[in-house]
């Protein structure tokens, strides 16, 4: 690691290494490199997707039911004689879609509720912190259904109630990260110029902990697939006849033995996503110089 | 010492109080209640309003909060909404069914991770490190429907050793559950052994790193008594707090491993509640399993307490 990329830990200049270092930082990894690779494959793939597709997602065929892969299709067909490779492809694009839109939404809300409670504290800050811990105590799959249940399902609905949820844990995350610079001269300075909270915030705070919400993102985006495509796979995330990685991987259960190519290849291309993007966390939290193994698992 | 004991059972309480108060405003908004649930397509009119009356649902919300409040701390959490049930009678088995799926996963689970990650923090940055660590983030980060097929698939469809899909009755005694749980099991402890292990490995690495750790070495301690006697008792106590964390959060993955295994578990009960807009029976399994979660952390809390003098002092410091 380059002397500069050592995390700036004193003094308002450090909002974070520049990008270029730091994606060098991370392709300079054989993991970080994978990483970034598998993940920018799977972005241009779910852009570029209905172009490439051989045939009609929703092409039904009786007469070919779970015919195993040839030269015609390359990944065999479903139970419903649709082509595996056709709607592998299209398959991650909602749930591409729902998280990108979602992650950023949640960093942003979350962390600035963090940040703000970190530089206030006080009686406000200790009440919203136990609601937080008791909205933690909820496993997450049941918020989701409720929330689910209660206004359906859809893009519409999934984007705001994911980034409501993922940012929850965030303002642990960036009150805590806050918490470290609040202490430190140049905010005092800043006070003590009579900066109001929403500058110091802006100024002092948010590009210190700005690392830090980065790897936080990363992460969240991960575990935003994980619970997108679990509802998916619950029956409560997209509808049908829609191509979804999590829908594909429960149709073709009952039929797995005798014809793994329907569920071997979502399953292959969901795993590869959500590891590449893991990888990459890992790796610019290492480019970052942010600790991310002591991080809560929620 | 009592007094910070006191502290944290009350934190616990509140706790446990909030979640109450979300969970029943959050069914409180939901659109309808148990008597348009009961009669669905009559409820309209003179008999919706007989069966509010009859179920008292025409009271003020924060009379029936009291009311529901009171009852659940008796364990009595009222009828399920099809009205035929008491909660309470539905929820038992299905809680033991869980607790019996979680406490063989734990007690899979927790030696693996803590001897795996040890050992991977002792091999630092060499093969077997870099190994354990690439696997523990594929167990971790891979959603557990995929892993659960994946088993499945192997274990079941292609080598036919052990049953895929479990038909057991939820109020079957527990030596029935063997063989299919072994399956469900599995999941769920890979998952916790990778999230687990991590932290053991960063916490050893940790306190390798110390200033008192190097000092044992220059005066010439041997390495094994180094590491047996100066880092794994400070560098394990941390864990403690995570293996709550990491239990908490199976609660949520249980939910799905339960449902792809068909096993009669709280999750799943959980997931054909929300389908059947059960609100009753929803309203019981969130509170209990918030419970459970909050009585984890407590006592991962309690222990570290009594187990870390340091942390015994006066001094009162929030995380």
């Known amino acids: ?298 | 010492m009592l007094r910070m004991i006191l502290r944290r059972l009350m934190l616990g309480a509140i706790t446990v109080g909030l979640v109450s108060l979300i969970i029943f405003s959050a069914v409180e908004m939901l659109p309808g209640d148990a008597c348009t649930a009961l009669l669905q397509q009559d409820a309209q009119g003179q008999r919706l309003a007989n069966c509010r009356k009859e179920l008292g649902l025409e009271r003020p919300a924060y009379v029936r909060y009291a009311h529901w409040a009171g009852g659940a701390v008796r364990g009595d959490f009222g009828m399920s909404a099809h009205g035929d049930k008491r909660i309470s009678d539905m929820v038992a088995d299905r809680f033991k069914n869980s607790m019996l799926l979680g406490i063989c996963a734990l007690a899979v689970g927790l030696p693996l991770a803590f001897v795996m990650g040890i050992f991977a923090a002792l091999r630092r940055d060499r093969r077997l490190d870099l190994v354990l660590s690439a696997l523990a983030i594929a167990a971790m980060t891979i959603p557990e429907f995929v892993s659960a097929t994946m088993l499945i698939l192997v274990f079941s469809g292609w080598l036919g050793w052990l049953p895929g899909i479990i038909l057991t009755s939820a109020n079957a005694p527990v030596a029935a559950f063997f063989p299919g749980i072994i399956l469900p099991v599995a999941v769920l402890a890979m998952v916790m052994t990778a999230h687990i292990l991590r932290t053991v490995r960063s916490s050893v690495i940790e306190v390798l790193d110390s200033d008192y750790v190097r000092m044992a070495t220059l005066k010439g301690v041997p390495y094994r008594s180094m590491v047996l006697r100066h880092v794994l008792p400070n560098a394990l106590l941390p864990a403690i707090n995570v293996v709550a964390l990491t239990v908490a959060w199976l609660l949520g993955g249980v939910v799905v491993i339960e449902t792809v295994f068909n096993y009669p578990g709280l999750g799943r009960l959980m997931v054909s509640a929300i389908s059947d807009r059960d609100l009753a029976l929803v309203q019981a399994i969130a509170l209990i399993v918030a419970s459970v979660y909050v009585v984890v952390n407590l006592s991962a809390d309690l222990m570290t307490l009594l187990a870390n003098p340091r942390l015994r002092t006066a001094v009162e410091k929030r995380p």
Request: hydrophobic fraction near 55%.
């Open chain 1, 1 to 298: 690691m380059s002397a500069s990329l050592v995390p700036a830990a004193s003094g308002r200049a450090s909002a974070g290494a520049p990008t270029l270092l730091v994606l060098r930082d991370m392709l300079a990894r054989p993991s970080g490199a994978t990483g970034l690779v598998l993940v920018l494959l799977h972005l241009v793939v779910a852009i570029a997707s209905p172009w490439l597709v051989p045939y009609d997602f929703k092409a039904i065929s009786a007469s070919l039911i779970l015919s195993p892969p040839d030269a015609a299709h390359w990944f065999g067909t479903d139970q419903l004689g649709r082509d595996v490779l056709t709607r592998t492809l299209l398959g991650g694009r909602e749930a591409i879609l729902v998280t990108l839109v979602a992650t950023p939404l949640a960093v942003a809300w979350g962390g600035f509720v963090g940040v703000y409670l970190g530089l206030v504290g006080g009686r406000l800050d200790d009440v919203l912190m136990r609601v937080v811990d008791a909205f933690l105590a909820l496993p997450w799959i049941l918020k989701m259904l409720l929330l689910i249940v209660t206004f359906g399902t859809g893009i519409g609905v999934l984007i705001p109630t994911l980034a409501l949820f993922y940012g929850i844990p965030v303002i642990r995350i960036a009150r805590a990260a806050a918490h470290n610079v609040v202490a430190r001269d140049f905010v005092l300075a800043a006070r003590a110029r009579g900066h109001g909270r929403l500058s110091i915030i802006g100024r002092e705070l948010l590009p210190n902990v700005f690392d830090a919400l980065m790897v936080e993102g990363a992460m969240r985006w991960s575990w935003m697939l994980l619970a997108f495509s679990s509802l998916s796979f619950l029956g409560f995330g997209v509808s049908p006849p829609t191509p979804d990685w999590g829908l594909m991987i429960a149709d073709s259960r009952t039929y797995l033995p005798i014809a793994p190519w329907a569920g071997l290849y979502p399953i292959a291309a969901l795993s590869s996503l959500i590891i590449g993007i893991n990888l990459s966390a890992d790796a610019l939290a290492k480019a970052l110089g942010v600790d991310r193994a002591q991080k809560a698992p929620i």
